[in-house]
């Protein structure tokens, strides 16, 4: 995450000097805030498959069988799940058990990305921030605003 001990006085740094550490600020930023991005989509999607696993007892499946086949199988004990809680701990629960610690997950990647766009904006608020911000990053949706991102106009397409 940005560290704003990592930026020094403009004076100090030369005007050239600041506006290429800010640039690189803000481009680890930018990187950190689509990583969690990508984060908080994928526990959604897990979430949403979650949901409809246990609604039939067998699902057809191509079962992976090394890095180039398939072959044709079936997922059987859908509502049976190993839920990674970390330090290679692991927990067996049902469908319900794991979308909800799923959504705490969630919630709290949500947070996090909250916390690092805000640090992004902070780092375009900056003195020479202004020639940081891309169009893609003012596009950008901020939670709670309503506004959909440039992602989810990808995801309606």
Known sequence: AFSGAAMANPAELGLEAYLEAMGVAHQR????????????DEVAR??????????KVRHRAMV????HAFFPGELVHTNEFLVGL??????????KQAAELLGRR?????????????????????????MLSSPAQAGASVPGSGAPGPQA???RA
């Not at 930023?29 to 908080?40: F, H, I, K, R």
């Not at 897990?46 to 609604?55: I, Y």
């Open 86 to 95: 970390g330090c290679e701990l692991q927990l067996e629960a049902s469908a």
């Open 29 to 40: 930023q930018a990187q950190y805030v689509a990583a969690l991005q990508a984060s908080v």
């Open 106 to 130: 969630q919630e709290r990647a949500a947070a996090a990305l909250a916390r690092a766009r805000l640090q992004l904006r902070e780092l375009e608020a900056r003195p020479g921030g202004a």
């Open 64 to 67: 992976p069988f090394g890095k």
């Open 153 to 155: 106009a990808a995801n």
């Open 46 to 55: 897990v979430r949403e498959l979650l949901g409809r696993l246990p609604d």
